[in-house]
């Protein structure tokens, strides 16, 4: 019996949120790479288009108009659900109440395209041609693809090698909607060929990958696009939680739980409810879960550092391994990021929120529970968010607490199958970050 609370299309969020807008304190401004200068607009422009840069840098705007172009493919599958998991809450025995927003049933499978189609659309409208990215797991690389599909823009994706060789599904879907995809690190870039000469068996990072895509974005007619970090992308996001906020609107969360690579799904998921938070409206706790092999919240520096490994990006402060730091080759490959967006980690500096690091074994434990019970094969790096709501709904169980957990399920697993299967044989590795990898990452901050 599950229940599901819908939004009809009248409800779909005219607005995105601007955090910004309510900090005491703004973070720390990104920095030139070359005179490490605070960064300005026209500095970014060859990146970005400048709705973009304005949204991100330059705006304090508390909401942001959402342009009908973009709200019109919004429509192909939003609202989303908001569903309550009865079955999981029966198996835990638990008087916890667990609600999930359900971002899987976008075309792609995941919350990305909710970004993807914005930048698409501010790209075309300033006469861009193509648009460069690089991809962890796939889910960004396949949502920018489906995107610049809808708005005549070419599309090339770098994949990090881990992922491509883990999800050639994946990547077909990407070709599919007329994307070129490359494997991570490539001897196309000056990046990536860096990367081989170094390590001929790479498995690639995120940040190797963004090295190469902003490399080959420095061609005519090109910009480059970047699926979570940034302070326009976690914007793009909080169409999330603006839904969830009017489908919980009877059974306010205590508690807000969401993974975090580079912070979009849980920013997305948050913010709206930090902002009823601060006016008093009601008093949730906010929970952010990483990888224990990626943990950059948790184990890492808050301090000036490289987007991308190669230090062609600006300066940006944010929690951080370093940037030449490569995670293991977990599964949850949109999570393998040495660092973490630097609005959110300013706001974890300043105490708004929490953080723990899941083993990707209790994870797809989580996951293997939640498929089993909703029927929802969820994406390994919702996973980690599961991890934790299971961890909560059972001390509820033990304690007698009814607390409410709100999550977002930012994607499905249908392309993840191999890494479930490499589970329920027992042969899914549990790496972790060794502390003389950190150390040594971190004596290369800029």
């Known amino acids: ?29 990104p ?92 790209n075309a409208r300033q006469g861009v041609r193509r648009l460069t990215t690089e991809t962890g797991n796939g889910q960004w690389g396949s949502a920018l693809a489906f995107a610049c599909a809808q708005f005549g823009l070419e599309c090339d994706v770098w994949m990090v090698k881990a992922s491509y060789d883990q999800k050639p599904a994946r990547r077909s879907m990407m070709e599919l909607y007329g994307a070129r995809v490359h494997a991570s690190p490539s001897e196309e870039t000056s990046a990536g060929a860096k990367a081989l ?40 996001q909080t169409i999330i939680g603006e839904e969830a906020l009017e489908q919980m609107a ?44 990626c943990p950059s919240l948790t184990r890492g520096r808050y301090a000036y550092d490289y987007f991308d490994a190669a230090g062609f990006t600006p300066l940006f402060k944010m929690h951080t391994l370093g940037h030449d730091f490569v995670p293991g080759p977990i599964h ?17 500096e300043l105490g708004h929120f929490e953080a723990t690091a899941k083993s990707q074994r209790e994870c797809f434990d989580a996951g293997v529970l939640f498929a089993r019970t909703e029927g929802i094969v969820p994406a390994p790096e919702p996973n980690h968010a599961l991890a934790a709501v299971v961890e909560e709904a059972r001390r509820c169980a ?37 502390p003389e990898q950190i150390e040594s990452a971190l004596t290369h901050l800029p």
């Open 332 to 348: 949850a490959g949109g999570l393998r990021y040495h660092g973490m967006s630097p609005l959110l980690s300013h706001m974890y």
């Open 1 to 29: 019996m599950t229940t599901k609370i819908l939004l009809d299309e009248s409800h779909l969020p005219a607005r995105w949120y601007n955090v910004r807008a309510d900090l005491c304190t703004q973070p720390p401004p």
């Open 250 to 293: 009877g059974d306010p969360p205590d508690l807000i739980v969401g993974v975090v690579g580079g912070g979009s799904t849980f920013a997305g998921l948050a913010f709206p409810f930090l902002r009823e938070k601060w006016s008093g409206r009601f008093d949730p706790r906010f929970l952010a879960v990483e990888p224990a092999a």
């Open 31 to 122: 920095l030139h790479p070359g005179d490490r200068s605070p960064i300005r607009p026209q500095d970014m422009a060859p990146l970005f288009p400048m709705e973009f840069i304005t949204q991100g840098i330059i705006s304090t705007d508390r909401f942001v108009v959402i342009p009908e172009e973009v709200r019109d493919v919004y429509r192909l599958w939003r609202p989303t659900p908001l569903i309550r998991a009865h079955r999981l809450e029966r198996a835990l025995r638990t008087p916890a109440r667990i609600y999930f927003k359900y971002e899987g049933i976008s075309p792609t499978g995941s919350h990305k395209p909710n970004t993807a189609v914005a930048q698409a659309y501010y």
């Open 197 to 236: 000469a170094e390590d001929p068996y790479s498995p690639g990072s995120v940040g190797i990958a963004i090295s190469e895509a902003v490399e080959a974005s420095a061609a005519p007619d090109t910009r480059y696009a970047l699926g979570s970090v940034l302070n326009a992308v976690l914007l793009h």
């Open 398 to 434: 033990e304690t007698g607490e009814a607390e409410v957990i709100l999550t977002a399920l930012c994607g499905h697993g249908h392309f993840d199958m191999r890494a479930y299967e490499r589970h329920l044989s027992g042969r899914l590795e549990d790496p972790e970050a060794p």
